[in-house]
């Protein structure tokens, strides 16, 4: 070797120890890595199976360690390793205060906010996600009587209403139903029904999903170089975004600026988040940080649930004949409506129980994320039920999909039984609707940070069934063979097929 590449070997290698030293969190060798027991770190075949077979990698954990106690390692995004928790530590984990496990800390790293909206308090103050807690879940039901006219308008809008067979795109007409449908709640009319407005809002958050793993998956000393590069997408999305919806917070802060609260003023999202920060957060309120603000709020009410409604839509279509399922639902929604007068009322919405099943069955087996519960260590000295001292820094979480597959707790656990739960319900079992979370059903976390959201979303999902049964006929076209095309894993998030297709007609009712 030339001196020159002795000196450079030299230099590099103090400083790749330097590096490693400072960026590597280090674990407790008594803490297993799964696939990699007594090593003390994983072989690139382990990593390389996060990427290409992530549910069996995640279903290994759980089988060895997770279902039985045992805390246990995975390889995560990048470089990341992940710390699984097992199934028996989830109130231990909801538990420890946020000093300790901390939510927000996690979704900074793992939304990489910075590269994302610019700034990493748009998630570790989430100030907009404590008022869909407290006041927007407070006045669910007339908010609710927008959301029912928005879902008709919107399904009408993208679904068509010709009384001919058409093909549908389930994926990207949801994006656009849900775009619209949220935005009712979140920003209200006219906005809410404004293309150009839907169309970047659903960009940024499907560009929020590859910045996040793009730069994750960097090592974190390459992150300040190639963050402000993907950052610079985010940046034309929230540019446009922020056009179209200039006029609206500029025409609410004027006329809001000087009065006070009235019962008679729009009650939606935006109003709730104007009305905050004149108080609490005054040097927020101007078009930069609001539109951030909203973009952020969007992710839960947009990414998701257009996930979840079209999970919920290939369900019931392809649902077996032996449960009947279409015609179940549309008596039990009729029969639901006519007794509340037409009204979507909360007392309404609990005794869908049919319905409630195929939404919490659609979630049970077709989650995007499949873990739960991420939380980033905040002390040095945490020490799990099982004995693992925690290093700080290291990120934990429970394994929500192979729990809610698991033999041992349902019956045939991978076929799709839509009225899995409600029968279960009629039998007299407790705490199994839609939005009751507890270690068998993870999908909205639990706990103190549990969505706030799923109860928005439990009318929304509802509402969006009894409209499309009502109003249309639905069935799968013919090459399908009667089975719903497939999700496919991408690392651990399942995604619904993005050119899977169904066919729709309007019924003469
Ligand atoms: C299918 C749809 C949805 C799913 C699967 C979902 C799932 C989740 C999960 C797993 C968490 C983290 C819970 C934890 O760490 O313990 C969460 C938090 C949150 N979600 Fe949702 N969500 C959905 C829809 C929504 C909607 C529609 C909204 C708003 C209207 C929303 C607002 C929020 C907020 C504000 C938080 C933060 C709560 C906190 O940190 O205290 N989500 N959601």
């Known amino acids: 070797m030339s001196p020159m590449g002795v000196l450079l070997l030299a230099l590099l290698i103090p400083i790749a120890f330097i590096l490693r030293q400072y960026f590597t969190i280090h674990y407790p060798r008594n803490l297993p890595r799964v696939c ?25 954990a759980w089988e060895r360690y997770s279902k039985h106690g045992k ?61 869909v807690k407290r006041e927007m879940n407070a006045v669910l039901e007339s908010l609710m009587v927008g959301l029912a006219e928005e879902v008709g308008v919107a ?27 949220s ?16 169309k970047n809002c659903i960009n940024f958050t499907d560009q929020f999903f590859i910045t996040a793993g793009t730069i994750g998956a960097c090592p974190k000393f390459l992150r300040p170089l190639l963050g402000p590069l993907m950052f610079q997408f985010q940046r034309i999305n929230l540019r446009r975004m922020a056009k179209d919806f200039q006029p609206l917070l500029e025409a609410r802060m004027e006329a809001y600026s000087n009065t006070p609260k009235s019962p008679d003023e729009p009650q939606d999202h935006l109003q709730m988040m104007i009305r905050y920060a004149q108080v609490n957060r005054p040097e927020e309120l101007n078009l930069h940080d609001m539109t ?43 029969r639901v409506l006519e007794e509340q007068g037409g009204i979507w009322t909360k007392a309404g919405i609990a005794s869908m129980i049919r319905t409630d099943s195929v939404c919490r069955e659609t979630l ?28 700080k820094g290291a990120m934990v979480s429970l ?61 929304e999902l509802k509402m969006m069934v009894a409209y499309l049964l009502t109003n249309y006929d639905l069935e799968l076209p013919e090459e399908y063979k009667e089975k719903r095309p497939e999700n496919t894993w991408i690392a651990e998030a399942l995604m619904p097929p993005s050119e899977g297709m169904i066919r729709v007609k309007r019924r003469k009712i």
């Open 292 to 334: 951030a603000r909203l973009s952020m709020s969007n992710l839960g009410s947009f990414h998701q649930t257009s996930i979840a409604a079209t999970n919920l839509i290939f369900n019931i279509v392809a649902s077996d004949p032996e449960f009947n399922t279409i015609s179940i639902l549309r008596d039990e929604i009729k």
């Open 71 to 131: 805390t246990c390692l995975v390889p995560g995004l990048g470089f990341r390793d992940e710390v699984i928790l097992p199934a028996s530590a989830l109130k231990w984990a909801t538990t420890q205060p946020d000093q300790v496990l901390n939510v927000v800390a996690a979704f900074e790293e793992l939304d990489q906010v910075r590269y994302n909206v610019g700034h990493e308090k748009f998630v570790l103050d989430l100030w907009p996600g404590w008022l």
């Open 399 to 459: 394994l929500t999909h192979p729990a809610q597959c698991d033999e041992g707790i349902y019956k045939d656990p991978l076929r799709f039984d839509p009225f899995r739960f409600s029968r279960m319900r009629e039998d007299g079992l407790a705490n199994l609707s839609f939005v009751s979370t507890g270690s068998q059903f993870l999908p909205f976390g639990h706990g103190k940070h549990a969505c706030p959201g799923r109860f928005l979303l439990d009318f």
């Open 183 to 198: 935005s009712r709640f979140t920003v209200g009319l006219p906005l809410c029904r404004k293309e150009s407005y839907l």
């Open 364 to 391: 049970r087996l077709y989650s995007f994320g499949n873990r739960a519960i991420m939380r980033k260590v905040m002390v040095d000295d945490l020490t799990t039920e099982d004995g693992i001292l925690l290093p």
């Open 155 to 181: 399904f009408d809008r993208w679904f068509g209403v010709q009384e001919e067979w058409r093909d549908v795109k389930v994926l990207e007409t949801m994006k656009m139903i849900v775009a619209q449908c």
């Open 36 to 60: 990699d027991e007594g090593r003390w770190r994983f072989r690139l075949r382990t990593r390389l199976r996060y990427y290409t077979d992530c549910q069996s990698l995640f279903r290994t």
